[in-house]
Structure formats: structure tokens, C-alpha cells
């Protein structure tokens, strides 16, 4: 098993940049992949990204394609959200999740997927 704890959540205006963290412990060599999700009130868990966790592949929602960038350290083991451009439709809830064992042929963007979820952390992107 593994724990997650997301950092790096704030206030920032629009246009600006802010990078998440995810500090992954346990038996990561069985990480399949890692994700983001985001969350508003009143709304369901939404995909971001994802990335493998031992190969470079990686996966966005249309909407971040050209703002966000999820990059891995997996000798520090962690994974990173860096966002750009940030617009207030942005702001929520950040979570990192992970998927674990073999999981070949997995959907990536659906939450119940990813056995492993960290705490949140929240991000406000203000005019």
C-alpha cells in the first residue's frame, strides 16, 4: 500500500502559476500509475492527468492539456501538477491518486481506478 500527501494548494490570480505536490510513501514499485483529480462543491472527483509512474506516459483532460504539466521524481517519489495560465474555472479541490498492481488497459480518468487517494489540497484562482 502507499500514502499520498498533496502540498503546494493556494491563492493565486489568474494568468498565474502555482505547482502541487504529491509525496508518495510505501510500496511504491507497485505504483501502476499516478493521477490528479480535482474537485469543486457539489460536484463529482474530475480527471486532470495522469502519468505512469515507471515509464514516461502521460495523460490529460483537454482542458489543461496546454497549461498543466505532470511530471515525477520517482527517486524522491513524487509527482508533480505544475499549472499555468490559471483561469478561476481552475480553482477546487486538488487530489493525486494512485493506481496500484497490474493494472494494463486501465481507464485513466476514472476515479474508481485509483485505489489510493491523498488528502486535497485547495487551490483559489482569483480575478
Known amino acids: 500500500q502507499v500514502q499520498l500527501a498533496e502540498s503546494g494548494g493556494g491563492l493565486v490570480q489568474t494568468g498565474g502559476s502555482l505547482t502541487l505536490s504529491c509525496a508518495v510513501s510505501g510500496r511504491t514499485s507497485d505504483i501502476w500509475a499516478m493521477a490528479w483529480f480535482r474537485q469543486t462543491p457539489g460536484k463529482e472527483r474530475k480527471f486532470v492527468g495522469a502519468?505512469?509512474?515507471?515509464?514516461?506516459?502521460?495523460f490529460y483532460v483537454d482542458s489543461v492539456k496546454d497549461r498543466f504539466i505532470i511530471s515525477r521524481d520517482t527517486a524522491k517519489n513524487t509527482v508533480y501538477l505544475q499549472m499555468n495560465s490559471l483561469k478561476l474555472e481552475d480553482s477546487a479541490v486538488y487530489y493525486c491518486a494512485a493506481a496500484y498492481g497490474d493494472r494494463f488497459g486501465m481507464e485513466y480518468d476514472e476515479p474508481n481506478e485509483y485505489a489510493f487517494w491523498g488528502q486535497g489540497t485547495q487551490v483559489t484562482v482569483s480575478s
Open positions: 502519468t505512469r509512474w515507471s515509464i514516461e506516459s502521460l
